[in-house]
Nanobody, 114 residues
Framework: QVQLVESGGGLVQAGGSLRLSCAAS????????MAWFRQAPGNQRELVAG???????NYADSVKGRFTISRDNAKKMVYLEMSNLKPEDTALYYC????????WGQGTQVTVSS
C-alpha cells in the first residue's frame, strides 16, 4: 500500500520560511506527477504546487514567487520550500499525485502568525 508521509510544518511568523518534505513509498514514483495541496479550516483542499515526472513545475497564483516545489526521484521525496509566509498560508499541507489518486497522508500543519 502506498504511503505518503509529510513533515516539516510548524509555527512561524509572517515573513518566515519553512521547508516541507514528503516521503512516498511508491515504486513508480519517478513517473508520477506529484503535487502539494493544502486545506485551511472551512475551505476545500486546493492545489498549491505541482512537479511533473520531468521536473516541470506549476504554482497557484497565491504562492508564485514565494514557494518552490522540487523532487528527488532517487529518494522518492517531494519538497516544498516556502518563503515570505503569510497568515493566509496557514493550513494543513499534504502531498499526493497531481490527480490526487493516492491515499492521503496525515499532512503537516503550517501556522503563520501575523
Amino acid at each position: 500500500q502506498v504511503q505518503l508521509v509529510e513533515s516539516g510544518g510548524g509555527l512561524v511568523q509572517a515573513g518566515g520560511s519553512l521547508r516541507l518534505s514528503c516521503a512516498a513509498s511508491l515504486s513508480v514514483f519517478r513517473i508520477v506527477d506529484m503535487a502539494w495541496f493544502r486545506q485551511a479550516p472551512g475551505n476545500q483542499r486546493e492545489l498549491v504546487a505541482g512537479v511533473s515526472s520531468l521536473g516541470t513545475t506549476n504554482y497557484a497564483d497565491s504562492v508564485k514567487g514565494r514557494f518552490t516545489i522540487s523532487r528527488d526521484n532517487a529518494k522518492k521525496m517531494v519538497y516544498l520550500e516556502m518563503s515570505n509566509l503569510k497568515p493566509e498560508d496557514t493550513a494543513l499541507y499534504y502531498c499526493n499525485a497531481r490527480n490526487g489518486a493516492l491515499a492521503w497522508g496525515q499532512g503537516t500543519q503550517v501556522t503563520v502568525s501575523s
